[in-house]
């Protein structure tokens, strides 16, 4: 099998209708499943934020974060279907919005977003589409705005990352890691600097 630039997202795109339909059905597009869990997602604080989730898929998180008092919520998948069956499952969320991207760049403007969350992202995605995503997060995040992720180890995905190579991206930021409830992954949390 070849991969390009393009394999994930073609797999996503050409699935996307199977794997809503199946999630969907199974109820797994309930946030709670996802915030209850013991993740360092479900520790952060989103009062009067404006949140980003990045491979937002159906919007899973969209309902927690907003109960929590987010200021606003944006989507970000480049499944044009996933973007679709969002905006419909939670039509009756205020200040929630979803947009399909390129894969490989955050339709946001440079330091508009106070935190954005990329869970279960980065080991669906070639290491330069992910690196690139990465330094795309710096770009849209507010000065003290958080990046909270997972992401694959090298040692155990082909494009994953090691702690070295993390820490040279976010180097003019503060990096957190914290204990992985699967090993192969970093469970990160990124502050910008500045105001």
């Not at 360092?40 to 927690?64: P, Y």
């Not at 935190?115 to 070639?126: D, K, N, R, S, Y």
């Not at 994953?160 to 993390?166: C, I, K, N, V």
Request: hydrophobic share 40%; aromatic share 12%; glycine share 10%.
């Amino acid at each position: 099998m070849v991969y390009n630039d393009n394999f994930g997202r073609d797999f996503w795109i050409g699935n996307a209708d199977d794997i809503a339909r199946a999630r969907i059905l199974a109820g797994i597009y309930d946030e709670k499943l996802f915030f209850d869990h013991p993740s360092i997602v479900a520790q952060i604080d989103v009062k009067d934020k404006t949140v980003l989730d990045l491979g937002c898929g159906l919007g899973r998180i969209v309902r927690r974060v907003m109960e929590r008092g987010a200021k606003k919520y944006i989507g970000v998948d480049f499944s044009p279907t996933m973007v679709e069956r969002a905006r419909k499952i939670h039509e009756d969320v205020k200040n929630v919005e979803f947009v399909e991207n390129d894969g490989k760049t955050i339709p946001a403007g440079d330091r508009t977003v106070d935190i954005v969350i990329a869970e279960l992202l980065f080991q669906h995605c070639p290491k330069e589409i992910s690196k690139g995503y990465l330094y795309e997060v710096k770009r849209v995040l507010k000065g003290g705005g958080k990046f909270i992720a997972q992401i694959p180890r090298d040692i155990t995905y082909l494009g994953g990352f090691s702690e070295a190579e993390l820490r040279e991206i976010f180097s003019d930021c503060e990096i957190g890691f914290f204990d992985a409830t699967l090993q192969w992954y970093y469970n990160i949390v990124v502050t910008t600097r500045g105001p």
